[in-house]
């Protein structure tokens, strides 16, 4: 409904100590469906500040702009508490699982208690960011409840319950560098030589094939071409039930080598069908939770090996490790980026790219030849190195 009428609102002083203005106004609001006229009051400044009652109806005139305008409409009014069940009931369903429920436990242990009663519309971005300062939590904790809270934010603002941006200039806390670990060669050998099946063949896929856990748990017997020796993706598991891939670019095809078409073949002799024909299903016939695999099978498999794994690493680092096998081996960077379902190839450089200690190696035993010479079995230098800094005039140029 548009404005009823123009205001210029009512301006008063108040204050035994301190003199300061208040403007007072009325304004449409939508309560619960019922369209209701509210007055409101806001401080516009002390005496000191607006000295004059022209200054400070200058002021009020500002606030009632938007009120004023042709184009005014009535804006629903709720607390955050109210507008947290409106936004669950109606925006969370439409999320994958996984996110949906990440999102509810950022909403019930943090956000609720912190803004609840707040009105949308009293919260501004410096309450946000005290929200912020008084989480002690992990500053990867912190960046993504801030993820759910502009979520919701966005969603108040295309609703009308708020004009403002609350989440503009945020300071985040800076992530912590986590130790990002990767199989080598020899301990991807030990895992498949001690893990019995189907887990020899899952941990294999995964090594070769470089699949997200969840892919992999999801994958389906006629999602293998034995023809073609392809592995397509389709789907992805999470917490044993089936939906869509990360990204877009989780769906794709993957070429396999001899070995794992002969593993496969050797491990459909002995698989059980399910009715939704996935490869590695449990008793009743779900997909494997990849928590539980990794928790009760894997990590206490490393364990038996001596394969000491930094905490926060899982599965992943089958996949860090198959990226750190191509690069070795000189694939093409859009071959890998395709491989890993990577949307951006940055990530597959930057994250999942690793120097492999033999490479480390070889790069300084050939930085050394070339600076110090190439030494003997003794230690003592056998040949000079083929550039000598210290005779080249450039260096002293």
Not at 123 to 141: D, H, M, N, W, Y
């Amino acid at each position: 409904m548009a404005r009823r009428r123009f205001q210029h609102g009512q301006l008063v002083l108040l204050g035994k100590h301190e003199k300061r203005w208040y403007g007072r106004w009325r304004e449409d609001s939508l309560q619960n469906g019922r369209l209701l006229r509210v007055r409101r009051q806001k401080f516009l400044g002390t005496l000191r500040e607006l000295p004059t009652k022209k200054l400070a109806q200058r002021e009020l005139q500002e606030q009632l702009k938007t009120i004023n305008s042709p184009t005014y409409r009535a804006q629903p009014t709720a607390t955050f508490t109210e507008f947290v069940a409106r936004w669950e009931a109606t925006v969370i369903p439409q999320l994958k699982p996984s996110t949906g429920i990440n999102y509810r436990s950022h909403l019930r242990c943090y956000l609720v208690p912190y803004f609840g009663p707040h009105q949308l519309k009293g919260i501004g971005a410096e309450i946000v960011q005290r929200f912020v300062a008084s989480l002690s939590v992990s500053p990867k904790t912190v960046r993504n409840v801030f993820v759910t809270f502009q979520s919701l934010w966005r969603s108040a603002r295309a609703w009308h319950y708020v004009t403002n941006d609350a989440t503009e200039g945020i300071v985040l806390p800076q992530s912590r560098r986590v130790q990002r670990f990767f199989f080598s060669a020899e301990d991807i050998k030990r895992i498949l030589n001690a893990a019995p099946e189907p887990y020899r063949t899952f941990y294999g896929l995964a090594a070769e094939t470089g699949l997200r856990c969840g892919e992999l748990c999801a994958l389906r017997v006629d999602d293998v071409d034995f023809d073609r020796s392809l592995l397509c993706i389709r789907q992805s598991a999470w917490r044993g039930k089936i939906g869509e891939p990360k990204t877009s670019s989780g769906i794709r095809n993957i070429e396999l080598s001899p070995q794992a078409i002969e593993c496969l073949k050797q491990f459909l002799e002995r698989w059980h069908p399910n009715d939704a024909r996935l490869l590695f299903a449990t008793r009743n016939g779900t997909a494997w939770d990849g928590n539980l695999l990794l928790k009760r099978k894997f990590r206490p498999l490393l364990k038996r090996l001596g394969i000491e794994v930094p905490r926060g690493n899982g599965f992943h680092s089958f996949r860090h490790c198959n990226e750190t096998m191509m690069d070795r081996l000189g694939t093409p960077l859009k071959l890998r980026q395709q491989r890993l379902g990577h949307t951006d190839s940055r990530l597959t450089l930057d994250v999942y790219t690793h120097v492999a200690s033999e490479d480390a190696r070889r790069v300084a035993g050939q930085l050394g030849d070339a600076i110090w010479g190439v030494l003997d079995a003794n230690g003592r230098e056998k040949q000079k190195a083929g550039v000598s800094f210290a005779t080249n005039s450039r260096w002293y140029n």
